[in-house]
């Protein structure tokens, strides 16, 4: 599939504009110059044809951004993989140097580079968007990304520029494994580790990434979406709005994934956030793979790892059917395994089972340990069925469903998992009239 990447210096509107071409608030929209520091895809279409998007950090030099260096990195690599770049301009600031600095990169490419003014919000502001034809690359469009006045003829010029399509792709029905936990566990590192190349922006500070990062991943016979996203720490006073608004996105991406990668810091433990993420997975029925990182840090014995999988299963009840993997991302020791758990887990949650073979199964299990008897009443489980829902879910039918207390389905849910895989998966059980 094509991509255009949309590069400028920081705060000309670079996220407004990629929000506005791909329809949808994927990227955080802020006054705060940097805000954007990743690299984010987006698909969108035109006239039937679609292409992909990236947004970019603020190209910048000599600032006090620590970032600044990283994110002039992600901008070139974006140049790189792109098949047309736009550049973008803000007419009521004017040419600035690093707007010619910009120029001068891009005129050294080959790849076909479109001037885009933005901000051009009256008729008045079109005269003064003539003094950019000094930056060497053609007529500047002149639109407004707020209003999306002149994206329609953007987007005309952007189909000319781009190269013609063999085929077109379908949309390929794909697992998000999404990587999740606190800041600075280790989440960019090992979307980075995994991928092979430095995808996202890593440093030792908290809270770095900001956006939920997509990539699509197809090595070793696997072939997903993999999403690394904010870190979500407990909300406090002191939260500004760009973490605020980072972690609503985390929270839409496990909305929206298949498969968790919870991450916790070996150094730390499992800390009263870890369980609060964890919940949030449970709550909205996805797929769990917890990643222990830093494992390398820790001082072992010869049980160091049996009494942590011990205390996890413990601390994670009663949802505790759930592949833990100690990791090193920095030694990349067993993070091949978690995406093969993940997987595995997908393919779980995704499980059928007959109910010949279900009722083969519980009702001579029943029968030997039936639910016990409540107000002198007798209850008899007749049948049993799994539901036709994207998730595992189970209906008992019963004579008397009221009267079933919650050990008695923590007992059926229990011999379920002893006797299907389906570790890492919620399951729901419900009780109905016969």
């Known amino acids: 599939m094509s991509l255009v990447a949309i ?14 071409l791909v329809g949808q608030r ?10 954007t520091r990743d690299r984010h895809y987006g698909k969108t279409d035109w006239n039937g044809r679609e292409f992909s998007i ?25 140049i790189e993989e792109a098949d047309v770049i736009l550049f973008l301009v803000e007419v009521a600031t004017g040419i600035t140097d690093l707007d010619e600095m910009m120029a001068s990169v891009l005129r050294r490419t080959n790849k076909p580079v479109i001037l885009v003014c933005n901000k051009v919000d009256n008729y008045d502001l079109i005269y003064s968007s003539h003094e950019f034809y000094a ?25 000319a520029k781009l190269p013609g399509e063999i085929h077109s792709e379908e949309e390929e029905d794909l697992p998000h494994i999404t990587i999740v936990g606190r800041p600075n566990v280790g989440k960019s590192s090992m979307t980075n580790a995994l991928l092979g190349q430095e995808r996202n922006i890593v440093t030792d500070i ?8 997509h990539t699509r991943y197809n090595k070793f016979g696997m072939d997903f979406y993999l999403v690394d996203t904010a870190g979500m720490r407990k909300k406090g006073k002191e939260m500004e709005d760009l973490e605020f608004y980072s972690v609503m996105r985390s929270i839409r991406a496990i909305e929206e994934s298949d498969v968790c990668i919870l991450m916790l810091d070996a150094q730390q433990g499992l800390e009263s956030q870890d369980l609060n993420i964890h919940n949030l997975i449970v709550k909205n029925r996805k ?20 009494e942590w999988r011990e205390f996890l299963e413990k601390k994670l009840a009663p949802f505790s059917d759930i592949p833990i993997i100690f990791t090193s991302v920095i030694n990349k020791q067993r993070i091949l ?31 030997n340990y039936p639910p016990p008897a409540t107000k002198g009443k007798y209850i008899k489980i007749k049948y049993v069925t799994q539901l036709p829902t994207p998730t595992p879910q189970f209906a008992f039918f019963v004579n008397l469903p009221q009267y079933i207390r919650e050990p008695y389905r923590r007992f059926l849910e229990n011999k379920l998992r002893e006797e299907w895989d389906f570790s890492g998966v919620p399951i729901q059980i419900y009780f109905r009239q016969k």
């Open 7 to 20: 590069v400028g210096r920081p705060n000309v509107g670079k996220s407004t504009l990629f929000n506005r």
């Open 26 to 35: 994927k990227a955080i929209v802020d006054s705060t110059a940097g805000t």
């Open 54 to 78: 990236i947004d970019t950090g603020g190209y910048a030099v000599n600032t006090d951004d620590i970032f600044e260096e990283e994110i002039r990195r992600q901008v070139m690599l974006a």
């Open 135 to 159: 930056l060497g690359l053609g007529e500047p469009f002149c639109i407004s990304s707020m209003s999306g006045s002149g994206t329609g003829d953007l987007m005309d010029e952007i189909l």
């Open 206 to 213: 908290a809270g770095t990434t900001r956006d939920s990062i």
């Open 287 to 306: 797929g769990c793979v917890i990643v222990v990182n830093k494992w390398d840090l820790i001082e072992k014995e010869s049980n160091t790892m049996k």
């Open 337 to 367: 395994e978690v995406l093969q758990t993940a997987i595995r887990v997908h393919q779980s949650r995704k499980r059928r089972i007959s109910t010949s073979e279900l009722n083969d199964f519980f009702l001579p299990l029943i029968e």
